[in-house]
């Protein structure tokens, strides 16, 4: 018990000999120096305190060696690397005690190399191989994309491309080819099925009985919880696939799509195709950047109450909202068309706008979103607007189109959202327009919600 | 400067560093304590600096860029105050009903502390009968028959955990991010982000319902330490909507006008001397009074609204209550205002009254709020609003799978306890999934078992929807900056769609 203690500070007292020899080192390159000079008593002593912890890490590191969870092969090195430092810090001690320098300076240099190395290979051990090169952001920061995209989920093997992805970010750190704690490997498929020292962790189909499923459950304030507090946690997401995999029978060869799936599982495993389109990105804004738009025309605008602003901090794309300004004159008109190339959203509920404005609107180009409810916008007006070609999503609720309006649109393949409750179009048009627009959601409105008689009733106890 | 030169200035500071003695360095030390001290002081009131520099001249409530583009532009908040029964209307757990009337295993009562049952409760079955609704099956209950029929536009988040199980704290923990006073809500957070898309009318506007105010008292909806032009503006359901906005009998317009003017005047002067910029939210407070008095009393007016719209919602027009603030609350997000809070009390189902009872009350506050929040989802979808408004529907915290006894005894009505481990919130529009659950609870609804989340989690989310870092967001005050979800907070990014 207090061995297994003591052998927990080797990673801590393995820093004074990495900290004091180096010091002695540089003391010895700088006392040639006159300048430096006096530095020279302090060698010796430099040595020897350096040599003393050195040789108290060996001992503390052969014990934690003891715990068999370690490659062998780098321990191996690692274990005489750092014997070789404590003989030649105890060499580099007697040499400096006897001021011969020539042997001292061939022993610093030794020890310089022996130091890097081992140090190295000591984080190999602890942090997992090739740790050193690894980017910090790709696992710990946005855990949410630790699985990578996957083109089409239902096509995917499942223990390949997305099992194996997780424990390889989640686990290998500890249970791989270089640390075995508890015994336990992950990284191969002879490796997971074989178990750590306490036997098999994984039961096909038994996820209460697997114990890789019930460590991942655990409370994370529970000891045995893995992965271990303070390391990167599974999401959510990928706890649900864990089950998911364990509960159909932990296959190593078998596609999503030969596996059953619940309907959470059919959504997980679609958010993995997500992340390959990159979800996050929304269509409504262009990939490509802008120039800014001219600050005296956005002043000028904001005279006459416009809200306008940039769709975001880093962003020079703009949207409008007219809601305080009804009515437009000739400079709005002007100003607005001075920022034909960033406005991108527009709103301009209950406007009452001349033909010339319309045409205004119709040569901004670049809209994305165009909300025009309870406007006086008419089938006219609507016939210019088929020059916006990258509209996505147009809101014409509460005004005096028709269908026969609203057709002339339809060479417009980017509309996705066409909003035409309480207009002139009536349900006989509705197929028409489907096919018309076949990408497009167009939402009709007149939802009801039906009086129920419950509604109003006040349910109370029977009188006794 | 010539070699010369230097070389006495350097000998002039070689001779001042030798007098600086141990007195000096302490003497200098409390004027440089001071100094710091005070710089800590006036950290609290640089929000003006840091944000605009010539922020006297501009509004505090213009419209700002969000950190990326968000989805949402707009979020209503529906707290249901008192805290609704998870079980009797999202979390269907038949195996809960089998063990109804036994008593609870001590395994759920150990080292739990409940507000107000003692001793070994009985456990108590769904008091309502569940069926699957809509292409995501989700399970809604037969108190809700109108809900059931928009449950393909929700996202459920079944698995919702909180640390407070007194309804004040926990109020203000899932609004201002901490269960003490003195932080700012979110409603205030998102105003202080992003300004108003409307000058006329407030950023921040909050409705009551049910007779009373939540128990944390209007703390949820204050600005904590920013300046209080962001914090939230109650309006009223009867009467005048905002008190002493009308101009006296006698006084017109123009004569406003130029007191307000003559009035911000004067507090510019005194900006420009003191620098508090409590005289900022003071003139901009003002100027929006002014300009209120025209637009406030036509929005907050819903006699104007159709037949068609007043049968959906089931408003009362002229009376106080639910239905008309939640038409009240589409009328002013379609006019630009950011964030609608309600609340609505009466939740709170001990079953030591009727009308806290889970059989009556409880059903009774279902009956009048379930059309109206269901004609809310519709309304704004017909308008084309649903995708750009976020709704949040919740309570503080949830409800024990117990029949609660209060002190021991039996109550006279069915109630069940407040509940931290798992309760139900839902968000629809606003870039979340349609038609999607998130989170699961154990056989009986006593503790989650996965998807868990927490208030700091929902704000995290709400403001991520609108377009913000909630790490980003923040307000330096006593000397660091401070932000609603404090150290913690997740965006759940899995029912974002």
Redesign the interface.
């Given at each position: 018990m207090i061995i297994t203690v003591i052998s927990h500070f080797h990673p801590v007292l393995v820093h004074l000999p990495i900290g004091i020899l180096l010091l002695a080192i540089l003391f010895h390159g700088l006392s040639s120096k006159e300048k430096y000079a006096t530095l020279a008593p302090a060698i010796p002593i430099a040595y020897l305190v350096g040599s003393l912890t050195a040789i108290l890490s060996c001992i503390t590191g052969y014990l934690l060696s003891g715990t068999g969870e370690y490659d062998e092969t780098t321990l191996n090195l690692h274990r005489w690397m750092g014997i070789l430092v404590a003989f030649c810090s105890a060499a580099g001690y007697l040499f400096a005690r006897n001021k011969n320098g020539l042997q001292l300076k061939y022993v610093s240099i030794v020890l310089l190399v022996l130091l890097t190395v081992t140090g190295h290979l000591g984080g190999t051990l602890t942090h997992g191989e090739g740790y050193l090169w690894k980017t910090v952001s790709a696992d710990t920061k946005d855990s949410?994309v630790a699985i990578k995209p996957i083109a089409n989920a239902q096509e995917a093997v499942v223990y390949k491309e997305i099992i194996q992805p997780m424990l390889q970010t989640k686990c290998y750190n500890c249970h791989a080819a270089t640390k075995q704690k508890g015994g336990l490997r992950l990284d191969t498929q002879d490796w997971i099925l074989k178990g750590g020292k306490n036997g098999k962790v994984l039961v096909a189909g038994n996820i209460d009985s697997s114990e890789v499923y019930k460590r991942i459950?655990l409370d994370p304030v529970e000891e045995k919880h893995m992965p271990p507090k303070g390391k990167p946690q599974l999401t959510?997401?990928e706890?649900?696939l864990m089950q998911w995999w364990i509960a159909t029978g932990t296959d190593f060869t078998k596609k999503s799509k030969d596996l059953q799936q619940t309907?959470a599982i059919k959504?997980a495993l679609s958010?993995l195709e997500k992340l390959a389109t990159v979800?996050t990105k929304?269509t409504d804004?262009p990939e490509t950047t802008v120039s800014k738009a001219n600050e005296s025309t956005l002043d000028a605008l904001r005279k006459y109450?416009v809200?306008i602003?940039?769709?975001?901090?880093?962003?020079n794309?703009l949207s409008a909202?007219f809601?305080?300004c009804k009515k437009w004159n000739s400079d709005i008109e002007k100003q607005i068309s001075g920022l034909k190339d960033q406005l991108i959203w527009l709103k301009i509920?209950n406007a009452q706008l001349e033909t010339s404005s319309w045409k205004t609107i119709a040569g901004l180009t670049n809209l994305r979103r165009l909300?025009a409810?309870h406007s006086n916008i008419t089938d006219q007006d609507l016939k210019q607007l088929n020059g916006l070609s990258q509209l996505q999503?147009i809101?014409l609720?509460d005004t005096k189109i028709t269908a026969m309006g609203l057709q002339q649109l339809k060479g417009n393949n980017n509309l996705t959202?066409i909003?035409i409750?309480r207009t002139g179009i009536h349900t006989q048009d509705y197929t028409m327009l489907k096919t018309a627009f076949p990408k497009a959601v167009i939402?009709t409105?007149?939802?009801?919600?039906p009086?129920?008689a419950?509604?109003?009733?006040?349910?109370?106890?029977k009188a006794k | 400067m010539s070699r010369d030169h230097q070389r006495i200035i350097q000998e002039a500071n070689a001779l001042y560093m030798q007098q600086q003695t141990r007195r000096h360095f302490f003497k200098d030390c409390v004027t440089g304590m001071g100094a710091m001290a005070f710089g800590s002081v006036l950290g609290g009131c640089d929000w003006l600096a840091s944000k605009d520099a010539n922020s006297i001249h501009s509004n505090p409530l213009m419209?700002?860029?969000?950190?990326?583009?968000?989805?949402a532009k707009s979020v209503i908040y529906l707290h249901m105050a008192g805290a609704p029964s998870q079980l009797e209307l999202f979390d269907f757990k038949p195996d809960l009903m089998k063990l109804d009337g036994q008593d609870c295993p001590q395994s759920l009562l150990e080292g739990k502390k409940f507000a107000f049952i003692r001793g070994v409760p009985k456990m108590m079955g769904p008091q309502a009968t569940f069926k699957q609704y809509g292409e995501?099956?989700a399970w809604i209950s037969d108190h809700l028959?109108?809900l059931s029929?928009v449950a393909d536009e929700i996202s459920f988040l079944k698995a919702v955990q909180t640390d407070q199980f007194n309804h004040g704290p926990a109020q203000l923990l899932m609004h201002t991010g901490t269960p003490r006073l003195g932080r700012p809500s979110i409603g205030s957070w998102v105003t202080y982000g992003l300004g108003s898309?409307?000058?006329?009318l407030p950023g921040f506007v909050v409705l009551t319902s049910g007779g009373k105010n939540p128990d944390a008292g209007k703390s949820v909806w204050g600005n904590g330490f920013l300046p209080s032009v962001y914090q939230g503006v109650q309006c009223r359901t009867e009467g005048d909507p905002v008190l002493f906005l009308k101009d006296p009998a006698g006084m017109d317009r123009d004569l406003r006008k130029a007191s307000i003017d003559a009035i911000n005047e004067a507090n510019k002067l005194t900006y420009e001397e003191y620098q508090d910029p409590e005289t900022v939210s003071r003139i901009a407070q003002y100027e929006m009074a002014y300009r209120m008095q025209i637009e406030v009393p036509e929005t907050m007016n819903i006699n104007n609204e159709p037949a068609?719209i007043h049968?959906?919602?089931?408003t009362k027009p002229g009376q106080a209550c639910f239905a008309n603030n939640v038409l009240l609350a589409r009328k002013l997000v379609?006019?630009?205002v950011r964030f609608v809070q309600l609340f609505d009390w009466g939740w709170d189902s001990h079953g030591t009254e009727?009308n806290l009872?889970i059989?009556?009350g409880f059903?009774?506050k279902c009956?009048a709020t379930?059309?109206p929040i269901?004609?809310l989802l519709?309304?704004l979808?017909?308008?084309?609003l649903l995708?750009e408004t976020l709704v949040v529907w919740g309570g503080e915290f949830g409800r024990t799978p117990m029949l609660e006894n209060r002190d021991g005894k039996k109550n006279p009505?069915k109630g069940r306890d407040h509940h931290t481990e798992a309760f139900t919130m839902w968000m629809a529009g606003g870039g979340i999934k349609k038609g999607?659950s998130?989170g699961e609870t154990d056989e009986i609804g006593y503790s989650a078992?996965?998807?868990k989340v927490t208030p700091h989690d929902i704000q995290a989310t709400i403001l991520n929807q609108l377009?913000f870092d909630h790490e980003k967001l923040v307000f330096p005050f006593q000397g660091r900056s401070f932000r609603l979800t404090d150290v913690h907070g997740k965006v759940i990014?899995?029912i974002v769609?």
């Open positions: 949410t459950i959510e997401q706890r649900l309907p959504s958010s979800a929304r804004v109450s809200t602003l940039n769709i975001s901090d880093n962003s794309w909202n809601v305080n509920p909300s409810e999503y809101n609720v959202n909003y409750g939402d409105g007149s939802y009801a919600v009086f129920l419950t509604d109003t009733q006040q349910l109370h106890p | 419209a700002h860029a969000p950190h990326f583009a968000g989805k995501s099956r028959p109108h029929t898309e409307n000058n006329n068609y049968e959906m919602y089931g379609e006019k630009g009727e009872a059989d009556f059903v009774n009956r379930d059309k269901t004609a519709l309304d979808k017909q308008r084309g995708d009505f999607f998130f078992i996965s998807g377009g990014n899995e769609a």
